[in-house]
């Protein structure tokens, strides 16, 4: 790379980085002022609130990360043209499309970090923001995800009606259809646990329907314990807990 391509890269990276720090310094004095009212609350102390702010940063780089590179680029460039260095420049045998192709490849550059930057360590910082705060608060962090979902497996529906912690549920459902999407089996239980694996639920009510005879025979049993063998996994799970935009490309495509 010549002297002045380093040059033009430089000057770039280094507004980009400055547009970053002062969009970063902006977020964090907001941020402060609305984690006021919570401080004084149980153990959540300003250096609580302080480390809170610190850990969501990553998060606010990389969802603002297109803004940021766009306006360190502009002003990168409106420097060297106000200081006549581009009439330089281009003077010296740099055509205007060389110097487009230097700005958006040291925006690309910007781009791939943010991205590795985003999907590695982001979600990471994110979650320990959220731990370290809702336990300095004395909040349940699984409390706050305590929604229920639905998933579909083949011919079969689950239902949770609360997602405790990702492994225990309450008021669970399982339903089976056939290949004519008729139910052929109800299953239901206060509480179930899942191991990564298979879901153990316990005092069960299963209602059984017959299709076989003119007249739909419903059958009804009672058991102590009833697994049900599952495909997904605990990722899926504790992907649930979670808003999209909060989740990595990674996990949003499994």
Do not use: H
């Not at 590179?69 to 990168?76: E, M, P, Q, S």
């Amino acid at each position: 790379m010549k002297i002045r391509d380093r040059y033009i890269n430089k000057t770039l990276r280094n507004y980009t980085l400055v547009v970053l720090l002062i969009w970063l310094s902006i977020y964090s004095f907001f941020n402060f002022l609305g984690e006021l009212n919570s401080i004084g609350q149980f153990d959540y102390t300003v250096l609580e609130a302080f480390k809170y702010i610190i850990l969501q940063m990553p998060e606010v780089a990389y969802k603002q990360a297109s803004p940021i590179i766009l306006l360190g680029c502009v002003l990168g460039m409106g420097y060297l043209a106000t200081t006549n260095q581009l009439v330089v420049l281009q003077a010296s045998g740099n055509s205007v499309f060389k110097l487009t192709a230097l700005t958006i490849r040291t925006a690309l550059i910007f781009v791939f970090m943010t991205i590795a930057f985003g999907e590695i360590i982001a979600p990471i910082a994110s979650e320990e923001a959220e731990k370290g705060r809702t336990k300095a608060l004395g909040e349940n962090f699984a409390s706050q995800n305590q929604e229920g979902f639905w998933i579909r497996e083949g011919g079969s529906y689950l239902n949770v009606g609360s997602n405790i912690d990702g492994k225990l549920f309450t008021d669970v459902t399982i339903i089976e259809v056939n290949s004519s999407n008729k139910i052929t089996s109800v299953v239901k239980s206060e509480n179930a646990t899942f191991d990564g694996k298979s879901l153990k639920m316990n005092n069960s009510d299963i209602f059984s329907i017959n299709y076989s005879n003119d007249v739909n025979d419903i059958s009804f049993k009672e058991r102590n314990s009833y697994n049900k063998i599952v495909s997904f996994d605990q990722d899926l799970i504790d992907s649930l807990k979670k808003e999209p935009d909060e989740l990595t490309t990674w996990k949003i495509f499994k």
